[in-house]
């Protein structure tokens, strides 16, 4: 895929009156996880930047805010600030205020850390207006942010209309691990997709039930398709607006979909977990992770497979009384990946988090989530649409 490169960048910097540069990177870092990776991804980019000469402006979202929440401190990229300075070792200079109100020649830090994008109406509209204020505080656009390069918004696609636009180095990365590793699919070919909602992965259940020999159905999402199934998950988090959507998943998968069988449930969080089938689960109760006999058959699974891709969470792996299952799962994908048996692809931040003592062990980890099972799923990427030369 021929886009434009960080070389080319440095190409065009070096023949150029570029000053600043303008960083797309995903600064959405998990509050309730110290987990500083996409920071680190980024990091290679920004002192190949500085070490140019070149001053850089970072743009981010973060977490789910709407424009009525600007200036609200929990949605402020100013609760990143110090993880950034502990990765860079360097000052940021917390930029405050509204874009549309400041005057970018008074933005003169070597590195300067804007506030969320998604203050604005216009950055998940796409707007050009709203793209053209943003890319005056630089000269140069890289978008080292593949984690939300599947999403259509300003500073991913309209900006590249008013600057020249570049990938970075993490981006790069991502786009060729993530591409080498779909050169290479074997089968049996396994996906574990996990997490909370249903809704988040329609479009990637639909893709990958017609390709993998195996979809592991796990997380809280699990409970959305056993409700499908007629199963009463009693207080478990549930869709209940995507049980149809559930339904027709199932009914046109060409993959053997497998859901669990039990679970670790208990009446809250931070009670301890009791095993229970889908059949038996007391009233009051929630799941938070898979049971015994579900993890044996994951198990089972990836043993016979010769790929395997992971995206989602299994359970609450954040609280040490329901992380068995994540461990263990964790453990025998290491393990075949290091002898050879195994293609392992990861990819999310919260399952990136959940693996982090075996992440070397794996044959590639994305810090991406969504474009990460898109682009394994053969969709098209706004962000990169945006680059190709």
């Not at 065009?12 to 000053?19: I, L, R, T």
């Not at 998604?118 to 050009?128: A, C, L, N, V």
């Amino acid at each position: 895929m021929n886009i434009r490169n960080f070389a080319m960048f440095k190409q065009y910097a070096a023949e150029n009156d570029v000053k600043r540069c303008i960083v797309r990177c995903d600064l959405n870092i998990p509050s309730d996880i110290e987990d500083l990776s996409r920071i680190y991804a980024i990091k290679d980019t920004v002192f190949e930047i500085l070490n140019l000469g070149l001053k850089i402006s970072l743009i981010s979202h973060y977490k789910r805010p709407v424009p009525t929440d600007a200036g609200n401190p929990m949605f402020s990229l100013k609760n990143v600030l110090k993880s950034l300075i502990k990765v860079f070792e360097k000052e940021v200079e917390f930029v405050r205020g509204s874009i549309f109100d400041l005057d970018t020649a008074s933005i003169t830090a070597e590195i300067a850390l804007l506030d969320n994008l998604r203050f604005y109406d216009g950055e998940t509209k796409d707007s050009d207006d709203f793209a053209r204020r943003l890319a005056q505080f630089g000269d140069v656009y890289i978008n080292d942010a593949f984690s939300v390069s599947h999403r259509k918004h300003a500073s991913i696609c309209a900006i590249t209309k008013h600057l020249p636009s570049f990938a970075g180095l993490s981006f790069l990365r991502e786009l060729d691990g993530i591409s080498k590793a779909c050169a290479n699919i074997e089968c049996p070919f396994s996906a574990i997709i996990g997490g909370s909602k249903v809704s988040s992965k329609i479009g990637v259940l639909n893709q990958i039930s017609k390709k993998a020999d195996f979809l592991i159905i796990a997380g809280a999402m699990a409970n959305t398709f056993l409700v499908a199934k007629g199963k009463d998950m009693k207080n478990s988090l549930i869709e209940i607006e995507q049980i149809d959507t559930a339904k027709k998943i199932m009914k046109n998968a060409k993959s053997e979909i497998i859901l669990p069988e039990d679970f670790l449930a208990a009446e809250n969080i931070n009670a301890k977990g009791s095993n229970f089938s889908c059949d038996n689960l007391p009233s009051g109760f929630s799941c938070f992770d898979i049971g015994q006999k579900s993890i044996e058959e994951v198990i089972e699974i990836i043993g016979k497979s010769k790929t395997l891709l992971w995206n989602g969470a299994i359970g609450a792996f954040e609280f040490s009384n329901f992380n068995t299952a994540t461990e263990k799962i964790t453990k025998i994908i290491a393990e075949k990946t290091k002898i050879g048996t195994l293609i392992s692809v990861i990819g999310g931040g919260e399952t990136v988090a959940s693996i982090a003592n075996e992440k070397d062990n794996m044959s590639f980890v994305s810090t991406a989530g969504g474009a990460f099972l898109e682009l394994v799923s053969g969709s098209k990427l706004p962000g990169i649409e945006a680059l190709i030369l």
